[in-house]
């Protein structure tokens, strides 16, 4: 039994939208995920942390999350700025129930528990995002998916996953970063960024928390192991 965490799969299956356009690090980039989760066991627990399949509908994202399914374990779902299939939560539960789809969960507005552990996150907000009235109420609602999701891990130690980084070269999201500080949450791990913005991820320690980017092409898409 173990814990992994990865983000940005960008299947898609059923969509002509390959990542392999992007260059020879997306090369495969199907087969290698394949491959990877094979190892894993039926014990084992992997968050996908956002931008998860180019579906822009439940239904057309259903073959990826097929596929998603047939790997080893449970797989935790966050939010990506990508996921446009993403629906209310229990619009999810009812047509992954319907598809015969039983590995797979939703984190929002919740958490799961991992042995000690409390597994928690949301999807974040960045600041490349373009700017718009509405950008404080979305950052404020996603601030506030994360207390909630912090909230119901009690006295747990607290693992965070976000599709955004809340920091990097040059950036910092305070009001995520204030939350992950109040709540003394030990780790917190992100996707989001590819290619020659990897050189800008923050990694290691900052404020109490040590911080890892999981996006796949990082990774060499194998889900980094957090714990036994």
Known sequence: MALYAIGDLHLSL????????FGDGWA??????????????PDDVTVLCGDTSWGI??????EDFRLIDSFPGKKLLLKGNHDYW???????????AREGIT????????CFFYGDYALCGTRGWFFEEDQKDQDAKVLNREVGRL?????AAGDRKKLC???????????????????LQEYQVAQCYYGHLHGASHRLAIQGSR???????????????????ICD
């Not at 495969?28 to 066991?41: D, K, P």
């Not at 509908?57 to 259903?62: N, Q």
């Not at 969960?105 to 919740?110: A, F, P, Q, V």
């Not at 996953?161 to 939350?179: N, T």
């Open 147 to 151: 207390e909630t999701s912090l909230q």
């Open 28 to 41: 495969n980039y199907v087969e290698r995920i394949r491959q990877a989760f094979s190892r894993l066991g």
């Open 207 to 225: 404020f109490g928390t040590d911080f890892f980017l999981v996006a796949a092409d990082y990774l060499g898409f194998i889900p980094k192991k």
């Open 86 to 96: 993403w629906n209310t939560a229990s619009k999810m539960k009812a047509f992954f």
């Open 57 to 62: 509908s439940l239904e057309e994202a259903a």
């Open 103 to 110: 590995s797979l969960e939703i984190l929002h507005n919740n």
């Open 14 to 21: 059923a969509v002509n939208k390959s990542m392999e356009v």
């Open 161 to 179: 996953f976000l599709h955004y980084p809340p920091l990097y070269q040059g950036y910092q999201c305070p009001e995520i970063l204030k939350k």
